[in-house]
């Protein structure tokens, strides 16, 4: 009996690569990644095992990427890191969004404090170029970026939000909620399917996308893939 399709969400980033991002994608036959100035995420195709060498080609001796879905079968000169399983979350209602300020489209003229907030809040996945892989919004107060939400993965049908964070002095005012909900309405009003990833660790962050709409659709592996310098790389 031959085995089930995939979902296309159990393997985002390859979704995400070599569709929407292809453009911006670095890739060699069944391997691809991000820049490294826009986020540390790579993917194989699911159907091939032996990716490892394409993907290897892909990487700087030393460099780091994150797998987040399948991996391949790696073999000697990578240094591999199973982190965790974290819970991919979708919605398929439009959500109530709770009234506050006005939530500003981010451009540009924004990019500075887009990093300076997720430096803070959100240290580690959040490159220089990040933002240029989809949409982000925010709300201010005065000169302060007081929270944000973006748009990171995205396939046929389906847009990821991330980067869903609050600036410490402002925790508990509904900010995240309120771009939470709009993004997310956006996002369906298109025809899309929202979905997020959430760390089963962040049990604040992931009953709040519970308490909104979201629904729990499964565990995604998080892998951490290490080029291991070979003696000819070091000379």
């Not at 391997?31 to 080609?57: E, G, I, K, T």
């Not at 991996?71 to 709770?98: D, T, Y």
């Not at 907030?117 to 005065?142: E, K, N, W």
Request: hydrophobic fraction near 40%.
């Amino acid at each position: 009996m031959a085995e089930p399709m995939p979902d296309r969400l159990d393997n985002p980033v390859w979704q995400s690569l070599t569709s929407l991002h292809a453009g911006v994608a670095r890739r060699k036959a069944n391997a691809a990644r991000y820049p490294a100035d826009v986020a540390p995420f790579a993917a194989v195709d699911a159907f091939d095992r032996d990716a490892s060498s394409q993907l290897a080609a892909l990487l700087e001796p030393g460099e780091t990427v994150l797998l987040v879905g399948p991996s391949p079968e790696f073999g000697p000169g990578w240094k591999i890191e199973p982190l965790e399983h974290i819970a991919q979350m979708i919605c398929n209602e439009r959500l109530v969004v709770p009234d506050g300020p006005p939530v500003l489209a981010l451009g540009t003229m924004h990019v500075a404090d887009i990093i300076a907030l997720t430096a803070r809040v959100y240290p580690h996945y959040f490159r220089p170029r990040t933002a240029q892989m989809g949409r982000y919004f925010g709300i201010y107060d005065g000169d302060t970026l007081a929270a944000m939400a973006g748009e990171r993965m995205g396939f046929d049908g389906h847009r990821e939000l991330s980067a869903i964070c609050t600036h410490p002095d402002y925790l508990g005012r509904g900010l995240a909620q309120r771009l939470t909900t709009t993004l997310t309405n956006d996002i369906l009003d298109s025809g899309r399917v929202p979905f997020l990833h959430v760390s089963h660790r962040n049990a604040r962050a992931k009953a709040l996308y519970e308490h909104l709409g979201f629904r729990y659709r499964a565990d995604i592996p998080l892998v951490s893939a290490t080029r291991i310098p070979a003696s000819s790389d070091e000379n």
